[in-house]
């Protein structure tokens, strides 16, 4: 099997490096970083985008300042007759879940969920409960996160 990252030279692997970092960087900026000039470093990041090594910006929010004090890891056991597809959709339109992940082992996802509090995660869980599909939950509240990568190691 050919990994994906074959594709990629030292320099592009620096270019993602640079953009996770600071997405916001200019192409001037990220070509001192990289030793190109602005237009060289344009078309190689349109080139990656294009291959889809880059999905797209985004800030990163902090939660807690917008009053979403309280994480929280649902695993969801569904039921044998579950519909994945629109399991996932439904679970999608529920705002307090920030991701949702396909796992091996009992439950069949795991959700990181993002609540003002107890009583709204409480809300939360009822509402989940009550997705069709949905056999029973299990949750893990978070107490602090002293480590978040924030991004993926591209080396």
């Known amino acids: 099997m050919v990994l994906e990252t074959d594709e990629l030279d030292e320099l592009d692997l620096r270019l993602l490096d640079a953009l996770q970092r600071n997405a916001r960087s200019t192409f001037a900026e990220l070509g001192v970083l990289v030793g190109l000039k602005a237009p060289a470093v344009h ?31 649902v695993s969801c056991f569904t039921a044998p007759d579950c519909n994945y597809d629109d399991f996932t959709r439904t679970l999608a339109d529920f705002p307090e879940v920030a991701e949702v ?32 599909g949905m056999a029973r939950t299990k949750t893990t509240i978070v107490l602090s996160t002293p480590f978040e990568r924030g991004g993926i190691s591209v080396r």
């Open 43 to 73: 078309d190689r990041v349109k080139r990656l985008e294009g291959r889809g090594f880059v999905r797209g910006y985004a800030a990163q929010l902090d939660g807690r300042r917008l009053g979403l004090g309280l994480s929280a890891l």
């Open 101 to 132: 992940h396909s796992v091996a082992g009992e439950e069949s996802f795991v959700l990181k969920v993002m609540t003002r509090s107890t009583a709204h995660l409480d809300e939360l869980l009822s509402r989940l409960k009550s997705v069709k």
